[in-house]
Nanobody, 115 residues
Framework: QVQLVESGGGLVQPGGSLRLSCAAS????????MDWYRQVPGKQRELVAS???????KYADSVKGRFSISRNNTEKTSYLQMNSLRPEDTAMYYC?????????WGQGTQVTVSS
């Protein structure tokens, strides 16, 4: 059973930065595609960024040029570096992967961008 644990959320002023971390409990971490989603109350969860096992990355248009996803296979951790944060980035951020077609989610970490 793969478990994902996020950390790094918090309150930040507009224009600030945060780095989210997602630690995975699997020795096969290198094999998994790792994603970051976010969700605000009343709206659907949206894909923010994704990184493949080979390091290929994808981003939502709304975060391109501001957010950067990375992974450290030795530490079994993926990261989301968020720069130039805006109030509209406020959301609960979730780490996600799939195993044999089953969705696996972390518990989420809250990011609030406000002055």
């Amino acid at each position: 059973q793969v478990q994902l644990v996020e950390s790094g959320g918090g309150l930040v002023q507009p224009g600030g930065s945060l780095r989210l971390s997602c630690a995975a409990s699997t020795q096969s971490f290198w094999f998994y595609i790792m994603d970051w989603y976010r969700q605000v109350p009343g709206k659907q969860r949206e894909l923010v960024a994704s990184i493949g096992s080979g390091g290929t990355t994808k981003y939502a248009d709304s975060v391109k040029g501001r957010f950067s996803i990375s992974r450290n296979n030795t530490e079994k951790t993926s990261y989301l570096q968020m720069n130039s944060l805006r109030p509209e980035d406020t959301a609960m951020y979730y780490c996600h992967t799939t195993r044999f077609g089953v969705n696996i989610w972390g518990q989420g970490t809250q990011v609030t961008v406000s002055s």
